[in-house]
């Protein structure tokens, strides 16, 4: 069985909602994940997993939140080569750049050698019942992406 890890973080409890409902779909897909929030994690457990997935809000103009900068230096000359990835986060569509901490964190996953699977997911603030059903799908379609590659 693959291993999977979910790294993420909230400031109002809307990108914890998404990663709730991913993990929800991963779970009912018999994945074993393990997830954990930005500050209790280190960059350097990603390379002990098969399929990571990050989250994180977008702060500012488009930035990675505070608590997840440290984590994101820290990554710099990770292998993740062979690694299956996605990425998530709440938006506000009040701001200029439209879910900028999803597009970063792909960006820096793909130049760490992972191959990120799936579009990033980016709700609108908090998920409505419908956007938590996308939000279970999306665990789904990671947990087969990285089951299909492993076996």
């Keep these: 069985m693959a291993k999977l890890l979910m790294i993420y973080t909230s400031m109002t409890g809307n990108t914890e909602e998404i990663a709730n409902a991913?993990?929800?779909?991963?779970?009912?897909?018999?994945?074993d994940l393990e997830v954990k929030e930005v500050l209790d994690a280190d960059a350097s457990e990603l390379e002990?997993?098969?399929?990571?997935?990050?989250?994180?809000?977008t702060w500012g103009d488009g930035e990675l939140p505070d608590d997840f900068l440290?984590?994101?230096?820290?990554?710099?000359?990770l292998d993740l080569t062979g690694k299956k990835a996605a990425v998530f986060g709440s938006c506000d569509s009040s701001y200029e750049k439209y879910g900028a901490a999803v597009d970063i964190l792909i960006e820096k996953l793909q130049q760490l050698g992972a191959e990120v699977v799936?579009?990033?997911?980016?709700i609108e603030l908090?998920?409505?019942?419908?956007?938590?059903?996308?939000?279970?799908?999306?665990?789904?379609?990671f947990v087969q992406s990285v089951m299909d590659s492993n076996y």
């Design 118 to 122: 799936l579009d990033g997911l980016k």
């Design 70 to 77: 440290d984590f994101y230096d820290d990554m710099d000359g």
């Design 48 to 57: 002990a997993y098969d399929g990571i997935l990050l989250g994180a809000y």
């Design 22 to 31: 991913i993990a929800e779909g991963m779970e009912e897909e018999g994945a």
């Design 126 to 141: 908090s998920p409505s019942a419908e956007e938590k059903e996308i939000c279970k799908q999306f665990g789904k379609q």
